[in-house]
C-alpha cells in the first residue's frame, strides 16, 4: 500500500511514535525518524536496517523551527520527496493550575501544538509539489473533549490539533494536501501482560489498546485512496469515550 512512499514520524523512537515507524516500514514506506532521544533514534534505525526495514533517524528537536526545516530538507535529500507526515511528538503534564510556570505553559505548547504546525507548513512546501499531493496525520487526544484534574496545558494543546487540524484541511486541500487527527485512548506503550482484567474489560472493545491501533488508524487517513477524508478527528479508544457513566 506504501510502497516507496516516504513518511516522516515525529516523536518516532519511542511509544506509539515508534509503533506508527514499524508499521510503515513493514509495509514498504521510506521512514525518516524524527526524535530529540538520540541515543533510542539511532538505536531503532540500527535494528531496522538490520532486519531489511528502510529507515533514517534524524535527531530532531520540534521546538526548534530551524531544526524542522532541517528534517525537511534532509529527507528531501536523502529520498526526493515527502509523502506523509505523522506530528506524533509530544509531552504530558501532570500538574496543578495553581503551580504551572508560564514557562512550563509555553514549553508543552510549544512541543505539542506549535511544533505540529511548522512541521505540517515546511512538509507541506514539498508536498504540494507532487502529483498526488499528500498527507498528514497529528495526534491529538480523547482529553482534547474530557479531562483528569492537573491537565490543563496538555488538554489546551490537544484541543488545539483539532482545531488546527480542520484549518490546515481548508488551507492546504487546494494542494491536494489531506490534514487529519486521530485521538487515542489509553494505549499501552509498555508491559501490556502487566495490564489488570479490569483495565480491559472497561473497554467496549474489551482490551486496552496498542500502538499498531494508532499506526492501523495512519494507514487509513494517508491512504492516497481516501483522499476524500480531511479535516476529521478520529477517535480510537476502544469505545472509551461513549460509555456514560454515573457516580453515587
Same mark, same amino acid.
Given at each position: 500500500?506504501?510502497?516507496?512512499?516516504?513518511?516522516?514520524?515525529?516523536?518516532?523512537?519511542?511509544?506509539?511514535?515508534?509503533?506508527?515507524?514499524?508499521?510503515?516500514?513493514?509495509?514498504?514506506?521510506?521512514?525518516?525518524?524524527?526524535?530529540?532521544?538520540?541515543?533510542?533514534?539511532?538505536?531503532?534505525?540500527?535494528?531496522?536496517?538490520?532486519?531489511?526495514?528502510?529507515?533514517?533517524?534524524?535527531?530532531?528537536?520540534?521546538?526548534?523551527?530551524?531544526? &524542522? +526545516?532541517? %528534517?525537511?530538507?534532509?529527507?528531501?535529500?536523502?529520498? $526526493?520527496?515527502?509523502? !506523509?507526515?505523522? =506530528?506524533?511528538?509530544?509531552?504530558?503534564?501532570h500538574k496543578s493550575?495553581?503551580?504551572?510556570?508560564?514557562?512550563?505553559?509555553?514549553?508543552?505548547?510549544?512541543?505539542?501544538?506549535?511544533?505540529?504546525?511548522?512541521?505540517?507548513?515546511?512538509?507541506?512546501?514539498?508536498?504540494?509539489?507532487?502529483?498526488r499531493g499528500g498527507?498528514?496525520?497529528?495526534?491529538?487526544?480523547?482529553?482534547?473533549?474530557?479531562?483528569?484534574?492537573?491537565?490543563?496545558?496538555?488538554?489546551?494543546?490537544?484541543?488545539? &490539533? +483539532?482545531? %488546527?487540524?480542520?484549518?490546515?484541511?481548508?488551507?492546504? $486541500?487546494?494542494?491536494? !494536501?489531506?490534514? =487529519?487527527?486521530?485521538?487515542?485512548?489509553?494505549?499501552?506503550?509498555?508491559?501490556?501482560?502487566?495490564?489488570?482484567?479490569?483495565?480491559?474489560?472497561?473497554?467496549?472493545?474489551?482490551?486496552?489498546?496498542?500502538?499498531?491501533?494508532?499506526?492501523?488508524?495512519?494507514?487509513?487517513?494517508?491512504?492516497?485512496?481516501?483522499?476524500?477524508?480531511?479535516?476529521?478527528?478520529?477517535?480510537?479508544?476502544?469505545?472509551?469515550?461513549?460509555?456514560?457513566?454515573?457516580?453515587?
Amino acid at each position: 500500500m506504501f510502497k516507496d512512499s516516504v513518511v516522516i514520524v515525529t516523536g518516532g523512537a519511542q511509544g506509539i511514535g515508534k509503533g506508527i515507524v514499524l508499521a510503515y516500514a513493514q509495509n514498504s514506506a521510506n521512514v525518516v525518524i524524527a526524535d530529540i532521544n538520540d541515543d533510542l533514534g539511532q538505536q531503532l534505525e540500527k535494528d531496522m536496517l538490520a532486519q531489511g526495514l528502510p529507515a533514517l533517524f534524524v535527531k530532531t528537536d520540534v521546538t526548534k523551527e530551524q531544526d &524542522i +526545516v532541517y %528534517l525537511m530538507q534532509h529527507t528531501v535529500e536523502q529520498f $526526493g520527496t515527502i509523502n !506523509i507526515l505523522i =506530528n506524533n511528538a509530544g509531552k504530558f503534564q501532570h500538574k496543578s493550575p495553581y503551580d504551572v510556570t508560564c514557562e512550563e505553559w509555553n514549553y508543552l505548547l510549544q512541543t505539542n501544538l506549535t511544533s505540529a504546525f511548522f512541521c505540517a507548513r515546511e512538509a507541506a512546501k514539498v508536498m504540494r509539489n507532487n502529483t498526488r499531493g499528500g498527507a498528514i496525520v497529528s495526534l491529538a487526544s480523547t482529553r482534547a473533549e474530557m479531562s483528569e484534574p492537573y491537565t490543563e496545558a496538555y488538554a489546551a494543546t490537544k484541543g488545539g &490539533i +483539532v482545531a %488546527l487540524t480542520h484549518a490546515l484541511a481548508r488551507s492546504l $486541500g487546494p494542494d491536494r !494536501i489531506t490534514v =487529519n487527527c486521530i485521538s487515542p485512548g489509553w494505549i499501552e506503550t509498555g508491559d501490556y501482560k502487566a495490564l489488570r482484567p479490569i483495565d480491559h474489560t472497561q473497554h467496549l472493545s474489551g482490551r486496552v489498546g496498542v500502538p499498531e491501533d494508532i499506526a492501523q488508524a495512519c494507514f487509513y487517513l494517508t491512504n492516497p485512496n481516501n483522499n476524500f477524508v480531511t479535516g476529521i478527528n478520529l477517535t480510537v479508544d476502544g469505545g472509551m469515550t461513549k460509555k456514560m457513566i454515573y457516580e453515587d
